[in-house]
């Protein structure tokens, strides 16, 4: 047997293994998403309690199409999707809606001086959010993505 005046070193175990920090990271976003969806919701709902609304109780939105103020109310004519733009546009021109629900192009209805209504059926009450494209003559006249904001309801506790 042989002895040495060398010392041995012994390297100290880790307190926490890499896959333990992986999966309580994983655990710690999974319980993170689950909470932030009724937060989340909670917000989209204040905002629809909040937001302007029009004569067909849909929101409101300011927004300037080649130069000139326009408003934008988006709603629902029972219950599908419908947006009425102020100062009517001119002939010909085309509101192209998408979100989770599909996408859908509305032509304008002189006779019900709107947008629509589409045959895509959505929830009156729900809040998704929506990539609009007004086009004329295939030009692209404004794009945004806007809250659909549904319907507050106003009977129930939501005050």
């Known amino acids: 047997m042989s002895y040495s005046d060398e010392p041995n070193l012994v390297t100290p175990a880790r ?11 994983l655990v710690l976003t999974l319980v993170g998403g689950i909470l932030w969806i009724p937060f989340f919701q909670k917000n989209l709902d204040a905002a629809a309690h909040d937001a302007r609304r029009g004569p067909n109780r849909g929101a409101l939105y300011d927004v300037v199409i080649s130069g000139t103020p326009h408003t934008l109310e988006l709603g629902w004519t029972a219950p599908a999707f419908s947006a009425v733009l102020s100062p009517a546009p001119d002939a010909g021109t085309t509101l192209e809606v998408s979100g989770d629900f599909g996408r859908e192009t509305l032509s ?7 947008f629509g209504p589409g045959t895509t059926r959505l929830d009156p009450f729900a809040h998704p959010k929506v990539k609009l494209v ?18 507050h309801d106003t009977h129930g506790h939501s005050h």
Do not use: C, F, M
């Open 108 to 114: 304008w209805n002189p006779a019900e001086n709107r």
């Open 134 to 151: 007004l086009r004329q003559s295939g030009r692209v006249l404004w794009s945004d993505t806007l809250w659909l904001y549904g319907i």
């Open 15 to 25: 307190r926490w293994s890499v896959k333990t920090i992986v999966i309580t990271a």
